[in-house]
Each structure stands twice: as structure tokens, then as C-alpha cells.
T-cell receptor, first 114, second 112 residues
């Protein structure tokens, strides 16, 4: 069973508009959830994570994510997009059914249009 | 701030050749990983290690081997390279499974 899903291959947003990159998960127990960003020809960089506590998690570069247990979602958000936010974004979950390893989604390419 | 360092950055291999991708980290992390990234497929875990002397298979281990003789180093060996191994390879490390994973810059491998 797929542990994490990113339903959109690509998201286009005009600069200055709010952005949302979607992620849903399906793991048992209390999930550890992560967002990573990959700029062209670079490795992945950590943005933020949810382990416990406040459902709204704030991370790097003005990004935040909201953990919604009833909808099993962990969408990434930013109030005002920048052209420099254009990158590939990965949602990841710690899957306790797979020996606790981190499972990555397929990624969503975010295009911020000037 | 070195973090995770992997070499080479680019490599072209002929079918049947072998090579080793080197990876070292200076954060004293026990956990290390090798992923491959194919377009539209996200990241697939090849092998991982939870400490020196301990390695285990990930999702796509066939055609690869690893070793972990020290905490710092986690080389990935490709034996008998095949076109299906054309990919971008990332080495990574973390304190444990539940913590932030730090990635290297990637190694672009083409098998022709």
C-alpha cells in the first residue's frame, strides 16, 4: 500500500499568490511527516516536519504545513509565492509498517509565474 | 559545512563495467542511505545502514552492493552496469529514522 501520495505532478501559481502543494498519507499509528525541496541539479533540502504538537508547522523560507489527521493530509502552504520558490517538492512519511524507514512521494513540481 | 559529500558528480559507464560511488558524512550520523531518483518516480531506497558494519536492502537493491566499515563512509558499488541503472544517485544520512535526512548533491550516472 502506498504510504504517501502527492496527487499533482505540477502546480502553477502566479507570483504573490498563495500556494498549496498537496500530500496525503496512509500509515498506521502517529505519523512523522516531512517536506523536502529540490532545486535543479541539487540534493534535497529539509523544509519542515511534523512529529507531534501543534498541527500547523512552520519551516524554512516562509513555508508552513498543516497536519490534518481526519483527512490524513499534510499540505504545504505559503501565503505569497516567490519566483525563487520554483522547485520540486517532496512529501515524506516515516512508515512504521516498513521498518520505520522514510518513504518519499513522487514529488510535485512547483512553477511560480512572474 | 561539508555535510554529506558524494563523488563523482557525473559518470558515463559502458554496459558491463563496474564502479563505486563514494559517500562520506561528517555529522557523526549512524544512519546512512543510498537513493536513486528517476524522472517522475520520486526517490527509491537502494540500501541503508544503521551503523558501522550493518547494512540492509531497501526497495531496489538488485545490481548494487554496499559496505559500511566506518561511521563516516558508505560507498555504493555497481556491478555489471546496465542501462536500467542510468539515474541520479543520492547519498544521505540522519541521526535516526525519525529525524531530518541530509542529502548529498547527487551523482549523475549514465550507462551506455
Amino acid at each position: 500500500a502506498q504510504s504517501v501520495a502527492q496527487p499533482e505532478d505540477q502546480v502553477n501559481v502566479a507570483e504573490g499568490n498563495p500556494l498549496t502543494v498537496k500530500c496525503t498519507y496512509s500509515v498506521s499509528g502517529n505519523p512523522y511527516l516531512f517536506w523536502y525541496v529540490q532545486y535543479p541539479n541539487r540534493g534535497l533540502q529539509f523544509l519542515l516536519k511534523y512529529i507531534t504538537g501543534d498541527n500547523l508547522v512552520k519551516g524554512s523560507y516562509g513555508f508552513e504545513a498543516e497536519f490534518n489527521k481526519s483527512q490524513t493530509s499534510f499540505h504545504l502552504k505559503k501565503p505569497s509565492a516567490l519566483v525563487s520558490d520554483s522547485a520540486l517538492y517532496f512529501c515524506a512519511v516515516r512508515d512504521r509498517e516498513r521498518d520505520d524507514k522514510i518513504i518519499f512521494g513522487k514529488g510535485t513540481r512547483l512553477h511560480i509565474l512572474p | 559545512n561539508a555535510g554529506v559529500t558524494q563523488t563523482p558528480k557525473f559518470r558515463i559507464l559502458k554496459i558491463g563495467q563496474s564502479m563505486t560511488l563514494q559517500c562520506t558524512q561528517d555529522m557523526n550520523h549512524n544512519y546512512m542511505y543510498w537513493y536513486r531518483q528517476d524522472p517522475g518516480m520520486g526517490l527509491k531506497l537502494i540500501y541503508y545502514s544503521v551503523g558501522a558494519g550493518i547494512t540492509d536492502k531497501g526497495e531496489v537493491p538488485n545490481g548494487y552492493n554496499v559496505s559500511r566499515s566506518t561511521t563516516e563512509d558508505f560507498p555504493l558499488r555497481l556491478e555489471l552496469a546496465a542501462p536500467s541503472q542510468t539515474s541520479v544517485y543520492f547519498c544521505a544520512s540522519s541521526y535516526d529514522f525519525g529525524n531530518t535526512i541530509y542529502f548529498g548533491e547527487g551523482s549523475w550516472l549514465t550507462v551506455v
